[in-house]
């Protein structure tokens, strides 16, 4: 048998076990699997290099806006009758919830978003204490990956009080009075109380200076 023609079985054979009676198998076998080694650390050492240089494509730009007391169908890109162009056109070029389901209630929807899980495991329905400490909230995931989240208006997620310190945000304004959006007496930048807006001080101007500070 030493003078037969190696097959492939022959030639797996001696890789794996070397089979004693075959010598001239197991010599091409140790031969085949030298040079496979060296092959995969030669590939090894050239993935990295052969990556360097290549552009990745642009992490996607994220916009998430929830709105209490939103209908399925009141926004236009979703069939409803109100004029509805700029978040049409936003709509148009990101991706459209088809399938989601709230909690009929704002902050175990909020919770549920945040944290990825259902509001009843992280201490959100019922409202009560912090989150698990097992906890990530979706900015915290996010800043793992290179962003930087900001966040406007309503926050109302008792479990991460503080937006900035506790939620993960590199940025808020934090609009905490539900009954004054014209004229807030209790609102926050950064987690740092802000005083009063008069009625008569044009709450639209004073909106655009903190958004105007916050990208800088």
Request: hydrophobic fraction near 40%.
């Amino acid at each position: 048998m030493t003078g037969a023609p190696l097959d492939q079985h022959d030639l797996i054979g001696s890789v794996l076990s070397c089979r004693i009676n075959h010598p001239r198998a197991c010599a091409a076998g140790r031969a085949l699997a030298c040079n496979l080694l060296q092959l995969l650390c030669l590939l090894a050492l050239l993935m990295p290099l052969l990556a360097f240089g290549q552009s990745s494509p642009p992490q996607p730009n994220i916009l998430l806006i929830l709105a209490d007391d939103l209908g399925y169908s009141d926004i236009g890109s979703y069939g409803g009758e109100i004029d509805t162009p700029n978040l049409d056109k936003l709509a148009a070029g990101g991706v459209r919830f088809t399938s989601f389901y709230n909690t009929a209630r704002c902050w175990p929807t909020r919770g549920a978003i945040m944290a990825g899980y259902y509001p009843q495991q992280i201490g959100m329905d019922p409202q009560k204490g912090s989150f698990p400490s097992w906890v990530k909230l979706l900015p915290h995931r996010l800043s793992q990956l290179g962003y930087r989240s900001y966040h406007s208006g309503k926050w109302h997620l008792g479990n991460a009080p503080r937006v900035v310190a506790d939620g993960g945000f590199a940025r808020s304004y934090h609009l905490a009075d539900g009954g004054r959006y014209f004229s807030p007496r209790i609102h926050f930048l950064d987690d740092k109380p802000l005083p009063p807006v008069d009625p008569n001080a044009g709450f639209t101007a004073r909106s655009l200076s903190l958004t105007t500070r916050s990208a800088s």
